[in-house]
């Protein structure tokens, strides 16, 4: 990535770390905000549109480009700590894939923490995701989410398959969020790295998802489910990120359950930079890889 491309990035994590270091804890309607406004900046492509709809009473923001290939859609959950982001915060990355793959894509607004806890953002992106495989009979179907979103989509495939309905053909994390436990590999290990976050915010923003809930149950952390029955799955992740970790557990525990999974770690990048295509030349590229992964080889399931 560009120098000053990434300074840029970190100066604004430093800076909002330095905030909360000093007791100035902007709040989950102060971060939707600021990003809702750094989404609005983000363009996206000529020729791509986007309308709003409902999947299943989910609002959501669907994205098509010129004439929609009609060989499959894609659903991306977006991240945010359970507690903010957006269509506004993930339309341009979503765009950029609909240009490239011709597949329509759905961003699901699930409900949001604190005033949503759990199981409601999980149970609002299955009844999303239903509600997609519904409207678009026979068709591929590829599930994306990133960070925290990473954890909903995780979730939302295990109860795709425990109802024995549709699963994803294929399955991409970004940079997911898998282990809500305080006491996470990735908590420990990369806590102080390039991130906007750290270990507190991750114990804070769990809390804030499950109260006193056991975050190692597999309802809540998936890294500890079972499974079998995964669709082909790719992770991006970076090496230097606060979540790297809970990419790395993910993987081989997918090897384990004999799942197809390919993991591209890039050596130094910010958490889900694949969200700013046209500021960051990797981003675009993670995104045309993404791209190449959706368009080969898996049929589409019956």
Known sequence: MGKVHYQAVMAYYWLIRKLRNAG??????HLRLAADRVGSVSPMPMGTKLERTELEGVPTGQISFRTPNDEGVLMF????????????THRSAVAHLCKMTGFTGYIPEYRLTPEHPYPIPKEDCVAAYEGMI???????IILLGDSAGGNLATETVLEIIRKGKKAPDKFILMSPWLDLSPESESAQKNRDEDS?????????YSRMYIGDLNPNSSAISPINADLK??????????ENELLYFDS???SEALVKAKVDVEMQVEPHLFHSWQ?????VPEAKRSLKK???????RTPVQG
């Open 196 to 204: 906007l976050f750290d270990k507190n915010d991750l114990i804070h």
């Open 77 to 88: 959950i977006h991240g945010g700590g359970f507690a903010f982001g957006s269509v506004n």
């Open 24 to 29: 100035v804890d902007p709040s989950p309607r």
């Open 229 to 238: 029955g995964f669709p082909e799955t790719l992770i991006q992740v970076a």
């Open 134 to 140: 519904e409207r678009h009979p026979g068709r591929k």
């Open 275 to 279: 969200l700013f295509p046209d500021f």
């Open 290 to 296: 993404v791209a190449e992964f959706i368009l080969t």
């Open 248 to 250: 790395l557990r993910f």
